[in-house]
């Protein structure tokens, strides 16, 4: 069975009441096995973040499931719920707005496991290094601030925080696409070292193509709400079977190039 499996779920925003809803996601489904990778890919306002949103509860949707190790997420409240969230957990774009800036790092890390009363004071201080260690963030740095650190340090911070909960699941938007190009191959990496130490799945949330081919094992391309293809990562890239993917190829033209 897949870890997660999402079953065409749907999902309208309203401007105004009355007015038709937009269908920012439309009937989207995917699966995603355990320790595997699904980039979604597409281009701004295709309905990803809001994909990612709905997969993790953050948002209701209109219809459609999500199921993740035979639960039907749809159905959970009160202990089921904070159980699932433990299980799936997001790293979001820009480390800056999703960690408290009045906080020392190792406060913020710490923050789940306080919310799902894992570990004693002790314990959870231990964890903490431990995890923000596992990140490459040294115990010299616990007491700093968001703004004391740098971008590509504090995403780190970011994945630690995800971690904490010892999730199945992460929903990476954008992590590394405000990072200089030189640190997203570093956020990359641990990222990749970390699903194959610990077996976590992703769903990365991207539209930058170029990464995708490195880190996913399957893609789906959203366009307008919808997954126009989806394939393994291999065959989406060498014989794109959908015009619009062909178009994002070709906009990253080292991609998919015979080698020589
Ligand atoms: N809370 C909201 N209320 C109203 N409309 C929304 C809301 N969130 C998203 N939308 C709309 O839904 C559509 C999909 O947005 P979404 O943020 O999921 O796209 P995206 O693929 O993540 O884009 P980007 O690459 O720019 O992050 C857009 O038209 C957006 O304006
Ligand atoms: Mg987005």
Same mark, same amino acid.
């Given at each position: ?11 309208? /925003?309203?401007?105004?009441? &009355? ?17 595997? $990778? ?10 990803? *973040? $809001? ?12 219809? &459609?499931?999500? *199921? ?23 790293? /979001? ?26 570990? $004693? ?12 260690? &596992? ?7 616990? &007491? ?14 970011? @994945? ?9 699941? @992460? ?20 990222? #990749? ?10 769903? /990365? @949330? #991207? ?10 094992? $399957? ?17 989406? /890239? ?6 619009? #993917?062909? #178009? ?6 080292? @991609? ?5």
């Amino acid at each position: 069975m897949a870890l997660l499996e999402v079953d065409r779920l749907t999902k309208e /925003f309203r401007r105004r009441r &009355g007015e038709p809803g937009h269908r920012a996601v439309d009937e989207v489904s995917f699966r995603i096995e355990r320790g595997g $990778t699904l980039a979604l890919v597409g281009e701004s306002g295709a309905g990803k *973040s $809001t994909t990612g949103r709905l997969v993790l509860r953050l948002i209701e949707p209109d219809s &459609g499931g999500v *199921s993740m190790g035979g639960t039907d997420v749809r159905a959970l409240d009160g202990r089921g719920l904070r159980a699932f969230r433990k299980r799936a957990q997001m790293v /979001f774009q820009d480390p800056h707005s999703s960690l408290d800036p009045r906080v020392p790092i190792a406060v913020s890390v710490a923050e789940p496991l306080v919310v799902h009363g894992i570990g $004693t004071r002790g314990e959870r201080r231990e964890r903490v290094a431990d995890l923000l260690d &596992g990140v490459g963030i040294g115990s010299h740095l616990l &007491g700093r601030y968001p703004a004391q650190l740098s971008g590509g340090q504090l995403q780190r911070v970011a @994945i630690a925080r995800a971690l904490a909960t010892d999730p199945e699941l @992460i929903v990476c938007d954008e992590p590394v696409s405000a990072l200089d190009v030189s640190i997203q191959a570093q956020v990359i990496n641990l990222l #990749t070292d970390l699903q194959a130490e610990r077996g976590i799945a992703y769903l /990365f @949330i #991207t539209h930058d193509l170029a990464l995708v081919e490195a880190f996913a094992d $399957t893609v789906a391309v959203m366009r307008a709400g919808a997954i126009v293809e989806q394939a393994p990562v291999d065959r989406l /890239f060498r014989e794109p079977e959908h015009d619009y #993917t062909r #178009t994002l190829l070709d906009a990253v033209p080292y @991609i998919g190039a015979p080698a020589s």
